[in-house]
């Protein structure tokens, strides 16, 4: 692996102090974990994607459990076709902002299919998903306001908060009651957001959201909920978490995203806000930035409205869920939720040595999984985060299973 | 309450975040001396804010460095 090496002194100024110091204890923590001989678990290369569950990994076939793939969309024909039609007739990129010469046929029609999808008045679609929380909080929340928010909320959502210099007031882990005490903390007057998700990503638990939504709204609260990992596949009609609670119609502002079950990428926002199309002008994450590729819309256009369409594809993701969580609770392994509650199970690992190598032994079995380690995971855990796919075969669950129970046991996980 | 009596009501709080024992003073930084981590210090912030009836925002926590100033920052806030 590369050395690190201090800059030279520049020629007769002061000695150059070097911004990168302050990287220096991750750099020893990560040379320190690559000298025990394990694999490098974050420089990982996919050389041939063969289906949305099989690829070729380091030279072996590998069973893909650690993409957001969840509900196979990234193959199918129709999306495909979609895509391919839209580069020939109207070219690889925009090369403009969605406000100037970025604004192709296709990005509204993709903001049709969610309008559609979500039975909202209102949808902006951002390059990417972290860049529509960036914009839509940041852009809502400004000086004076204030954001109460979950602490284990996403990277994008706290980077929103602080890019809008509003009062930022986390409260812990889906604990309803210290939401309340600090929403009726806050000053008379001041404006109130709420930040939950439906999915958190880590563990793969979801939050309480009627009752967290009804206690914002009493306390005069606008409430935004991010539903990047339940798009599609929780809910009746696959709208998320608020929609099988049944209290979708109380979120002010869903934020959502295209990498993840509509299997390609971009990130949006739904809402009902009268004065919602106003975002377009004043949300700079939206104007200052390149629109997505004509392609990447069609495609996402497509799979948005095959997924309303997507109930069997559903049942059989959440069978898959059940079976694996089911699986590996058996096979002695300590998850991250007593129950399953998304297409997300995460395996807690002792530390990161030890999940560095049932990492490994997994990839040498032919599986990958994420590793997930401090600041991405909660209370400092290593976690091995299995996320399934509609897609996967039931027989290829028993074999994630079998894969698991193998490495588990020549690791000492089990 | 005056300065004495709520820096007393926060040495009491501290007490059970205080794992190593260090023996503080205004002085006492949170990150260096009592080496708290981000979930220890939410956790401690929570219970002060529960105790004096407050919020402390992020973006207050972060101006405070040391014991002393959040026992200021504490008097301050209860107005």
């Not at chain 2, 205080?18 to 929570?46: C, H, P, Q, R, Y």
Request: net charge negative; with cysteine.
């Amino acid at each position: 692996m590369a050395s690190w090496s201090t800059p030279s002194k520049s020629c007769g100024a002061e000695p150059m102090s070097d911004l990168f110091s302050k990287f220096d204890p991750l750099i020893a923590m990560r040379e320190g974990l690559l000298a025990t001989g394990v694999t490098d678990p974050f420089g990982m290369v996919m050389e041939k994607v063969l289906s949305p569950t099989t690829a070729i990994c380091n030279g072996r076939e590998t069973i893909l459990l650690g993409t957001y793939n969840y509900m196979g969309m990234t193959f199918d024909p129709d999306v495909i076709a979609a895509g391919k039609q839209a580069l020939d007739d109207f070219g690889a990129g925009t090369t403009g902002s969605r406000v100037l010469n970025g604004t192709y046929a296709g990005h509204r029609a993709v903001e049709d299919a969610l309008k559609e999808f979500y039975g909202m008045d209102h949808a902006m679609v951002f390059s990417t998903g972290y860049q529509a929380n960036l914009g839509i909080i940041s852009t809502i929340a400004g000086k004076g306001d204030y954001i109460v928010l979950d602490i284990d909320s996403h990277a994008s959502i706290w980077d929103g908060c602080k890019m809008g210099d509003a009062e930022v007031v986390p409260f812990k882990h889906n604990d309803i009651e210290a939401m309340e005490k600090r929403l009726k903390r806050i000053p008379e007057g001041a404006g109130k957001l709420v930040i939950l998700e439906g999915v958190y990503s880590m563990l793969g638990d979801i939050a309480p959201l009627k009752e967290m939504i009804r206690i914002a709204k009493e306390n005069g609260a606008m409430v935004l909920v991010d539903e990047a990992h339940s798009m599609g596949f929780i809910g009746p009609n696959g709208r998320g978490v608020a929609e099988e609670q049944g209290c979708l119609d109380d979120v002010d502002f869903v934020i959502g995203t295209f990498s993840k079950s509509v299997g390609t990428v971009g990130g949006f926002c739904v809402s009902n806000h009268p004065k919602f199309e106003i975002m377009r002008l004043v949300c700079r994450p939206y104007v200052f930035t390149a629109s997505l590729p004509p392609s990447v819309v069609a495609t996402a256009a497509t799979s948005i409205r095959k997924l309303m369409h997507g109930h069997n594809k559903r049942a059989h993701l959440w069978e898959n869920s059940r079976v694996l969580h089911k699986g590996l609770r058996d096979a002695g392994f300590q998850l991250g939720t007593e129950t399953p509650q998304s297409a997300i199970i995460s395996v807690i690992m002792p530390d990161l040595e030890r999940g560095a190598a049932m990492w490994e032994a997994l990839l040498k079995e032919g599986l990958y999984v994420n590793l997930a380690r401090p600041p991405a995971t909660p209370a400092g855990m290593t976690l091995l985060r299995c996320s399934l796919c509609a897609e996967h075969s039931a027989e290829q669950v028993q074999t994630i299973i079998g894969m698991f129970t193998r490495a588990g046991a020549a690791t000492g996980i089990i | 309450m005056d300065r004495a009596a709520t820096e007393a009501k926060i040495a009491e709080l501290i007490a059970p975040f205080n794992k190593k024992g260090v023996a503080i003073s205004d002085a006492t930084s949170f990150a260096g001396d009592l080496e708290f981590d981000s979930l220890t210090v939410m956790d401690f912030v929570a219970a002060i804010e529960d105790e004096f009836d407050i919020i402390i925002s992020m973006n207050q926590q972060a101006e405070i460095e040391t014991y002393g100033q959040l026992v200021d920052a504490v008097e301050k806030l209860r107005g």
